[in-house]
């Protein structure tokens, strides 16, 4: 039960005013620009997370929350509720993304090839003590006293960096294709996507809510259900046929001359994963199912998740485990709904716990009176 | 370049650049703000590959206005919180509609702008290209 109180009104705009003076009195006050150019990973999650791409204010939201990814994302969705919805972009397809990084963990020669991009996927990961006074790595200050052709090996690989992007086709067709993955249904497309925006979300939730959701969901929260789902609480294990890192054109449909117009591209991670075991006669199942993961920035770890429980929460014939269930993973996920309802438990609850304590005392007493008497009459 | 790539060019440009070429535009365009600069969202959407179904991926903050020189109609949309920026590209895009004398200026300032951006997405790719790999097997 929750109830109005009265308190003084000074004393918590003092307790606020704490945390302000201290955001502003730091020695060395980092600025917006700072946080865009050193810590994209965690813009990245802000933005993806409050779901409002505007670096600048996902860093400004990272200082106003002292450096808070769920408090941040709380502020970008605040700021974002006061803004007017001008349109829609034109969709985005997996491949129109302008691929900085393509892997396929699933197939070795995959079509259009392989390319690491940035990644520490092969590497140790070791501290390096070096960065504490703002040394650069030791690695990159090698590298530049090197001749430019030096700086990649090996030298044959040179002239690939004067190539266009070379085509990366998407497996997906291919698996199709053969065979190996159903069709499209014909006329899957919802009329009209949902908005969680602006839709009360109701179960079975629509697969266009499921991905909204997971889009904006907690990268922790999806990595947690993603490793549960391959722990036995769901029941599949993926493979990751591709990943896609890079940036997507948003494309308007410019009002003048209806056609499409970019007015700039936003950083995207796309996991394709596929799940074998599948097949059956009597449906004509193909073997592999599809699991799909897009995100904001460059966290892989939340795509590749979000393609596992999309996986999970897509199966016909559910076997009971909680990652396939829509209204355990949907209400769980997203970090501002969640930590409002932890966080509420901070709030005064005086007459609700007064009530349970009048219960709880006549509990007490009870039982007291029972370990007196040997049982009560 | 077409009004589209114009669109394009503008939202990729500086806010200085544009700002420049408009109030010196100005100086011979009367122009009426029709819409805006209004800060909003776009809802970017995206494809989801299987069902080749659409979905509300994330929004993006936007700035859009309109004006009007004579019968013509300028437009921009730009990403972010950038009226002033918003409202020049409008102001450029009535110019050059409306043929005014700096129209080729404007229009080469962003082929200018719009070489930059494929230079950029050159130099992406050849930062990433020399990572390119194939994987073998270790037998």
């Known amino acids: ?377 | 370049m077409n009004r589209d790539q114009r669109l394009e060019a503008m939202a990729s440009a500086s806010d200085k650049l544009l700002v420049g070429l408009a109030d010196r535009a100005l100086e011979s365009l009367d122009v009426e703000v029709v819409r805006g600069p209004t800060v909003g969202l776009v809802m970017a959407r995206a494809e989801e590959p299987s069902e080749k179904l659409v979905f509300n991926f994330v929004e993006v903050a936007v700035t859009e206005a309109e004006v009007l020189a004579g019968e013509e109609r300028g437009y921009a949309m730009v990403m972010g919180r950038s009226p002033e920026k918003a409202l020049a590209a409008a102001v450029l895009d009535a110019a050059v509609e409306s043929r005014h004398a700096m129209a080729e200026e404007i229009e080469a300032a962003l082929e200018l702008v719009q070489s930059g951006m494929k230079s950029e997405m050159k130099a992406q790719w050849a930062a990433v290209a020399p990572t390119q790999i194939t994987f073998e097997d270790a037998t």
């Open chain 1, 1 to 377: 039960m929750y109830t109005s109180v009265k308190a003084s009104l000074d004393a918590i705009k003092r307790a606020e005013k704490l945390i302000t003076d201290d955001i502003l009195s730091v020695e060395h006050p980092l600025r917006a620009a700072q946080i865009v150019e050193s810590l994209s990973p965690l813009v990245e999650k802000v933005m993806a997370e409050g779901s409002l791409y505007d670096p600048g204010l996902g860093a400004l939201a990272i200082i106003q929350a002292q450096g808070d990814p769920i408090e941040a994302a709380f502020l970008l969705r605040a700021y974002r509720s006061t803004l007017p919805r001008l349109g829609y972009s034109i969709p985005s397809r997996s491949e129109d993304v302008h691929v900085l990084r393509r892997i396929s963990p699933a197939f070795q020669d995959v079509p259009g090839g392989q390319v690491l991009g940035r990644t520490r996927d092969y590497t140790l990961r070791l501290l390096d003590l070096s960065l504490a006074n703002g040394a650069s790595f030791p690695a990159a200050a090698g590298r530049d006293s090197r001749s430019s052709s030096e700086n990649h090996a090996p030298p044959g690989d040179a002239a690939q960096a004067t190539k266009a992007p070379p085509e990366f086709p998407v497996v997906l067709d291919y698996l199709r294709k053969d065979g190996y993955v159903e069709e499209a249904p014909a006329g899957s497309g919802e009329d009209e996507p949902f908005d969680v925006t602006t839709e009360p979300l109701r179960f079975p939730a629509k697969r266009s809510a499921r991905l909204q959701i997971m889009a904006r969901g907690e990268a922790g929260a999806l990595l947690s259900l993603g490793y549960a789902a391959m722990r036995g609480y769901g029941e599949s294990h993926a493979y990751v046929s591709e990943v896609r890192v890079g940036s997507v054109d948003v494309k308007i449909r410019h009002p003048i001359t209806g056609n499409p117009a970019a007015i700039g591209r936003i950083p995207v991670t796309e996991a394709h994963a596929v799940f074998p075991g599948k097949a059956s006669l009597n449906d004509r199942r193909a073997d592999l199912t599809f699991g799909y993961g897009l995100t904001l920035g460059g966290d892989e770890r939340k795509a590749i998740s979000m393609a596992i429980v999309d996986e999970n929460l897509s199966q016909r014939h559910h076997a009971g485990g909680l990652t396939q269930d829509d209204e355990f993973v949907l209400q769980n996920i997203d970090c501002v709904e969640s930590s409002g309802f932890v966080e509420h438990l901070k709030m005064p609850h005086y007459v609700a716990f007064q009530a349970d304590m009048q219960r709880t005392n006549r509990i007490t007493e009870l039982m007291k009176r029972v370990g007196r008497n040997g049982n009560h009459r």
